[in-house]
């Protein structure tokens, strides 16, 4: 059974860093794709970051480009388990959410946009991160 669990978050300063953590067990992450969602008081839930099992290929919003970094720790010989982590430099308040990682079949650019999430189907509890001065 997919699971995907993330640690990590905390309170930072402007301008700061933090590694998230993802994860995941119970599939072979050569063939799924493993997002990184966040969600703000008030408004809806956004795609962060998209890592594509098959290829290592790694997809970033806008808003973060430059500033967040995906990548795998593979843990098990066979993939089974892995954690992902999503770097996470110079933050700003407007980074403030709850930050979810999700797992879904295929690579990040199989069905439909991977930013809205629509795919993912395995989800974790979130972890929060809140930028402060």
């Known amino acids: 059974q997919e699971h995907v669990v993330e640690s990590g978050g905390g309170l930072v300063q402007p301008g700061g860093s933090l590694r998230l953590s993802c994860a995941a067990s119970?599939?072979?992450?050569?063939?799924?794709?493993i997002g990184w969602f966040r969600q703000a008081p008030g408004k809806e839930r956004e795609g962060v970051s998209c890592?594509?099992?098959?290829?290592?290929?790694?997809?970033?919003?806008?808003?973060v480009k430059g500033r967040f970094t995906v990548g795998r720790v593979a843990i098990s010989a066979d993939n089974a388990e892995n954690t992902l982590y999503l770097q996470m430099n110079n933050l700003k308040p407007e980074d403030t959410a709850v930050y979810y990682c999700?797992?879904?079949?295929?690579?990040?650019?199989?069905?439909?946009?991977?930013?809205?999430?629509?795919?993912?189907?395995?989800w974790g509890q979130g972890t929060q991160v809140t930028v402060s001065s």
């Open positions: 999700a797992a879904k079949l295929g690579s990040c650019t199989y069905g439909s946009s991977w930013f809205v999430g629509l795919d993912f189907g395995s």
């Open positions: 119970g599939f072979i992450l050569d063939y799924h794709a």
């Open positions: 890592f594509s099992g098959d290829d290592g290929s790694t997809y970033y919003a806008d808003s």
